[in-house]
């Protein structure tokens, strides 16, 4: 199994960035180069925002030339209020399988005139299913740990692009 955890740090009030995170339309592919939807569902919460029962099927396209297909189940969701993060959980099924977790919060930067800043932690708790990326996981761990990590740059950065838009 894989545990994956990226930190991303939006200059964008954590509301913003919830909204653009649980949008029940599931537009990550809209801003998330490498990565496309072939199916979604989308669940309105009371909030108006992704609710539990919302999915997609995802396609990730690697730098190192394979591409992944896997669906995301929102489980569970609660949104930021009063200081509290925002957290997601969600189930893989696919080529990847196991968890994620998406946890926004809002975080006060030290110093005069500092102000307050959001954080992004995604966890992906997984474990590659084909043969052949089982293997590859077992013989050359770190450049699948590199590829997911550009992976995630790419989304860090399509996300401070669509929050600046």
Do not use: K, N
Request: hydrophobic residues 45%.
């Amino acid at each position: 199994m894989f545990t994956l955890r990226s930190v991303w740090r939006p200059a964008a009030p954590v509301a913003q960035v919830w909204s653009v995170l649980a949008d029940p339309r599931f537009t990550w592919p809209d801003w998330w180069p490498g990565l496309t939807a072939s199916q979604t569902r989308p669940v309105v919460g009371p909030d108006g925002l992704a609710g539990p029962g919302a999915w997609a099927r995802l396609q990730v396209r690697s730098p190192l030339g394979y591409s992944l297909r896997f669906r995301l189940d929102l489980r569970r969701t609660t949104a930021p209020s009063d200081g509290v993060p925002g957290r997601a959980l969600l189930d893989v099924v696919g080529d990847l399988e196991g968890s994620a977790e998406v946890t926004v919060s809002e975080v006060r930067a030290g110093g005069a005139g500092a102000g307050v800043s959001t954080e992004v932690q995604l966890l992906w708790q997984v474990s590659p299913v084909p043969a052949w990326f089982r293997a590859a996981a077992r013989i050359g761990p770190g450049p699948l740990a590199w590829a997911h990590a550009r992976v995630m740059r790419a989304g860090e950065r399509g996300l401070a692009e669509r929050l600046r838009g």
